[in-house]
Each structure stands twice: as structure tokens, then as C-alpha cells.
């Protein structure tokens, strides 16, 4: 599992769709909240998302900090990661952050795909900072 969540972390912070679009499952499914407002989605909305978010990031030569709060198996062949991401633009974090709890489900021997996953949108940076 870790290898595969190297490499997902590493396409995120490449702002690669392609080399992403692979770990996420067709069958994937979401929630996020923002500001108190929920919305669920799926697969196709999921990259859309991401390609807006790829986009932004080039377009303001930013990078994303992405930090890994806690890894847990929830079964033999899924495991959560949580973690937290924001935009850094010209070296300065913005002040909110996103907090996913990714579902990682194990595809064949060594694949991993993303199938789940709720998102806290807007957190306050400060709060979630890793120690």
C-alpha cells in the first residue's frame, strides 16, 4: 500500500491528471462538505474536480502541500489515509485547507485503487496543521 500512496501523493503534487486518473476506481464515490453544504459525486466529477484544481495550480505556479495525518486498515484489502492538502502561492499557504478520508481498495496484488472518500472543505490551516 505504501508504494501506491507514494505514487498518488506524488501525481498530486505533479498536478498530473493522468498518472492520478489511474488510482481512482470507475466506481468511486465522495462526499464533501463546504461551508455546511453537502454534495456527493462520483467518478466523473472527481476528475473535473481535479482537473479544475490541476489548472489552478499551474496557472499560478503554486504547489500543493498535502500531509498525511494518519494511515488506518480498515480491512484486509481496504485502508483509509488521511490527509490534509492546501495551495501554496508564492511560498505562502492559503488559510484553508481540505481533510480527505480516502478509502483505498486493493484491486489485484499490488494495485490500490481509490474508492471512497469525504472531504472536509475550508478547514482553518492553523487547525490542521501536522505537528
Known sequence: FRRSLD???AAWKRSSLMELEHFISKDYQAREVTGGEIADFGYEESIDGWKQGFHFVKAN???WEVNE???IPLKEDEIMSILSATILIQGKSMETANIFFN???KVNHNEWKLVR???EAGASIEKVKVQ
Open 117 to 119: 472518500s469525504y472531504i
Open 103 to 105: 478509502t483505498f481498495k
Open 61 to 63: 505556479d503554486a504547489k
Open 69 to 71: 495525518i494518519s494511515i
Open 7 to 9: 505514487a498518488f501523493l
